[in-house]
């Protein structure tokens, strides 16, 4: 069921705009709205949330409008991109702030602040002075100071982009476990490694509209347009489990296929990405310092960017970028046998 | 960094009469007052009476004035509207006007047979010759100190905390009163310290609106006036030691509060 729609909304602020945004995020679905800086991420969450108004369209929350609701009524819980923490109240009175203004003088404040606390992992900063924070502690407490709220939806703006990788992991994972309780999270990024980590669902923004939606392997296979092949930059996305054979020696396997590559990650569920311009064509098997070598029929061609992109299907669909020139001496016409090679250090793990 | 060494002894030398300027006549002040002469006139009783008029019309002024000037201030500094920017140039009038005129046109606002005056009249109060006329003539000379350093003070909150409170469910009351004034109020404290000692030095306008009760700055005046310098001295020396202390009392109070807030 649809929790959030954003239907046509417009606005202008200088010389940018939003043109007729388009998206839906369902009840407890993990949306991540996908695209480069100054694409209108940032923007179409404010107007969600009420703090900036839009010039057109509607928003609907839970199935009502709430387009013309006031910011403090709306209940959706935006987490900015710097945490905006009142620096001059501590942890506990900023996570109590949401409960104070809507119960005030309520009693279970403190109790729920602990419970806030307790579930983001920040029970043991609550009398600290926000000044003395690291970035990753004050994320949490903006998350938990959001969470406050108890929003419908919870609107989470670059939230990752100020973290250390360590962090930036521990991060998601709390994340992931909130969307796993049914919070609804529309978050925004222009970090499509990001995006694969967490999105059930991608919207990718270009000029302030949403140029295309849908899983992560549609957006990544089956970009809707140059401009979403070119940002996602990615063809070769697959889903699959990585083993360790031996050092950093390691197989990913999915649908169909083994793949030997090189990761210092630890084993588990994940993404692969393959660079089309990594791929090597060859019209019969030849003997090369590549580990993976599969045989497949080509099943298309098309213009790209830079030179020709053939499909080759290998038990799964492989993007392969070759210059025009090499497309055309090869003669790779649809339903021909190839070999595709790649090299084990050309391919890059995601961990979920 | 050597060849900068002739221009800073240049801007040394350069520094140290400006601040010479200011510290000797008032040292001169003190050097030719006696303590005896001082603690005499501590105690005169008409002198004692004037600095206390001086310290609390002032202090009534910045209090009933200032603080309906703040909601101005956060206007003027977050809300864009018509006029705004002939309304700040209003605000600063009275700094740049001279503040006998200033005066003049108090007096002209609230004498006994203006509207405000007749209206006072009718609810017993009489600004003319009356600490209240003190008040408002104070507050008309130094508010402006107090708007531009409340406004800036606003200004300089980031919106993301006031965007922020609004979206975690406060009224926009709630979100000025527990996010925009604490964070502007190291600058309205000293908008506040400024408009008193503003108010308590005040001469030209005060002396227009009320010669009686005479404040202490009045009284400075009125005893120059009468018996000559020799008189006056001890008097402006008494009165400059209050408002020293008065202004360091305030300043540490003021350097307390940041210590805390940082």
């Known amino acids: ?352 | 960094m050597n060849g900068y060494y002739p221009m800073k002894l240049l801007f040394v030398f350069i520094g140290g009469l400006v601040l010479l300027f200011i510290v000797a006549p008032l040292a001169g002040l003190y050097l030719s007052t006696t303590p005896g002469e001082f603690f005499q006139t501590a105690t005169d009783r008409e002198v004692a009476g004037s600095i206390w008029l001086t310290l609390w019309t002032s202090m009534a002024a910045t209090l009933l004035f200032g603080l309906a000037a703040i909601p101005l201030a956060w206007l003027l500094a977050r809300r864009k509207f018509p006029f705004k920017r002939l309304i700040s140039a209003v605000i600063n009038v009275p700094v740049v006007i001279p503040h006998s005129a200033a005066g003049i046109a108090i007096l002209g606002f609230v004498a006994r047979d203006s509207a405000i005056g007749r209206l006072g009249e009718k609810l017993g109060l009489s600004f003319v010759g009356n600490p209240s006329g003190i008040i408002l003539a104070m507050a008309f000379v130094s508010i402006p100190f107090l708007i531009n350093a409340a406004r800036d003070g606003f200004a300089a909150v980031p919106e993301k905390f006031e965007k922020a409170a609004l979206n975690l469910g406060a009224s926009p009351v709630r979100v000025f009163f527990t996010i925009s004034l604490p964070l502007a109020w190291r600058s309205i404290l000293t908008g506040l310290i400024m408009m008193w000692a503003r108010g308590m030095s005040e001469f030209g306008a005060v002396v227009i609106v009320a010669y009686h009760p005479m404040t202490a700055p009045v009284l400075i005046w009125e005893r120059f006036a009468s018996f000559g310098l020799d008189w006056a001295i001890p008097v402006a020396a008494v009165f400059i030691t209050v408002c020293l202390i008065v202004f360091m009392i305030l300043r540490i109070v003021a350097s307390g509060y940041d210590k805390t807030e940082s």
């Open chain 1, 1 to 352: 069921m649809t929790k959030l729609k954003v239907r046509d909304v417009s606005v202008r602020l200088g010389r940018f705009g939003l043109n007729r945004v388009n998206f839906t995020a369902a009840g407890g679905e993990y949306f991540v709205l996908l695209g480069m800086s100054g694409a209108g991420k940032s923007v179409i969450l404010q107007i969600i949330a009420g703090i900036i108004p839009a010039s057109g369209g509607q928003i609907f929350l839970g199935g009502k409008d709430i387009s013309a609701e006031k910011v403090q009524n709306r209940k959706v819980g935006l987490v900015f991109q710097d945490s905006a923490l009142f620096p001059h109240m501590n942890v506990f009175s900023n996570i109590a702030y949401p409960l104070r203004s809507m119960r005030p003088g309520a009693r279970g404040t403190d109790s729920r602040v602990r419970e806030l606390a307790q579930m983001t992992g920040v029970s043991h900063l609550l009398d600290r002075a926000t000044s003395n924070l690291s970035g990753g502690e004050a994320q949490r407490v903006a998350l938990a100071r959001a969470l406050a709220l108890e929003p419908e939806c919870l609107l989470l703006d670059e939230p990752l982009s100020a973290l250390d990788v360590q962090t930036r992991s521990e991060f998601r994972r709390l994340l992931r476990e909130l969307n796993r309780q049914g919070q609804t999270i529309v978050h925004v990024t222009h970090d499509y490694e990001e995006a694969a980590l967490l999105a059930g669902r991608i919207g990718v923004m270009e000029n302030g509209t949403v140029v295309q939606e849908g899983s992560p392997a549609e957006v990544f296979q089956q970009p809707g347009s140059e401009f979403v092949a070119r940002f996602v930059g990615i063809r070769n996305f697959f889903s699959g489990t990585l083993t360790r054979e031996r050092g950093p020696m390691c197989r990913f396997r999915t649908a169909g296929i083994d793949i030997a590559l090189l990761s210092d990650e630890p084993p588990g569920e994940g993404f692969v990405v393959i660079r089309a311009e990594d791929v090597t064509i060859m019209r019969n098997s030849m003997p090369s310092s590549a580990i993976n070598n599969f045989r497949g029929a080509v099943t298309g061609s098309g213009p790209a960017r830079m030179g020709t992109e053939i499909m080759v299907d290998i038990g799964v669909p492989l993007a392969v970028l070759v210059s025009d020139d090499s497309a055309g001496s090869l003669g790779l016409a649809e339903g021909t046998t190839v070999w595709v090679s790649f090299k084990a250090s050309a391919i890059k793990f995601i961990r979920k």
